[in-house]
């Protein structure tokens, strides 16, 4: 199987308030919760604060295991939501599907095996988005997210973050600087699902824009195939500015056959923050 460098996207829930200036280098960490309180706090109420405070720091060779399990749960919920929430952004597969519905009615003659039929269609488009969704995530943990440190953190103008709460790796995020355009992009942000809803994700977002100005470069791009809209609400609030969108894209470990093609389809779209002229 041919493993391409992929491109996609984690979901995330993104409940955040807006932060300070970009601030902060390469290898500097950074510390980020919510605006503290003028009023003085009891013990009780400062020992919640403090398990509210996410660090966001580089990678280490010890967060190997929960940075994979974090990004594989992450791509693993892709499987619903591009099975059967992803119908919707389908119009044409839709009513192909309407159609073969009304096909099986006329050759078969029988309601039952016409309610039957829908049924049928969504199976086996669950079926081929998990193939499809498990050949990326192997194609994935076998190249970029099998040696972090080999793709992220040695080459000039890339990078990789972990988000910790309370001691635990809760989010992760890449940078990978493509010098041919002045531009990083932003790759693999993920969160665990059980820490969503307390910006994270945002705030991980932030890190590589922080990092894409402190090394001058002139803009970030991403392309995502998220199907939840909070994911492409959470690009927008950055400041990204969507470039382009394409109905038939091609993830890593697609084989493209006929079947494959009916029952996956996903939608890539591409968003560019530009930081400065060139």
Not at 68 to 83: D, Q
Not at 202 to 214: C, D
Not at 242 to 248: A, C, N, V
Not at 253 to 265: A, I, K, N, V
Request: proline share 4%; hydrophobic share 35%.
């Amino acid at each position: 199987m041919h493993c391409s460098s992929p491109k996609m996207v984690c979901e995330t829930k993104i409940v955040a308030d807006e932060h300070d200036a970009i601030h902060g280098t390469k290898k500097e960490s950074i510390l980020w919760s919510s605006p503290p309180s003028s009023a003085p706090l009891n013990p009780a109420e400062a020992k919640d604060v403090r398990k509210d405070v996410v660090f966001i720091r580089e990678f280490e060779r010890g967060d190997q295991e929960e940075v994979r399990r974090i990004f594989y749960e992450g791509i693993m919920e892709r499987i619903p939501n591009t099975a059967f929430r992803g119908l919707w952004q389908q119009p044409k597969t839709q009513f192909l599907y309407v159609l073969l519905t009304i096909m099986c009615f006329y050759m078969t003659k029988s309601l039952t095996l016409t309610c039957c039929a829908p049924l049928i269609l969504m199976g086996a488009r669950y079926y081929y988005s998990r193939k499809v969704i498990q050949n990326y995530l192997d194609c994935a943990l076998h190249t970029d997210m099998a040696d972090i440190d080999a793709y992220y953190m040695k080459p000039t103008g890339s990078c990789f973050w972990v988000a910790v709460l309370d001691g635990r790796v809760v989010g992760i995020v890449a940078a990978q600087g493509h010098e041919d355009e002045n531009t990083v992009e932003l790759r693999r942000m993920s969160v665990d699902s059980r820490y969503r809803g307390k910006g994270i994700a945002k705030a991980l977002g932030r890190r590589v824009l922080e990092y894409a100005v402190r090394n001058n470069y002139a803009g970030v791009v991403l392309g995502t195939t998220a199907v939840k809209l909070a994911a492409h609400k959470l690009y927008e609030s950055l400041g990204f500015r969507r470039t382009g969108q394409s109905e038939d894209y091609r993830l890593p470990g697609m084989s493209r056959s006929p079947l494959e093609r009916l029952f996956f389809q996903i939608r890539h779209t591409r968003y560019r923050l530009q930081l400065r002229e060139e």
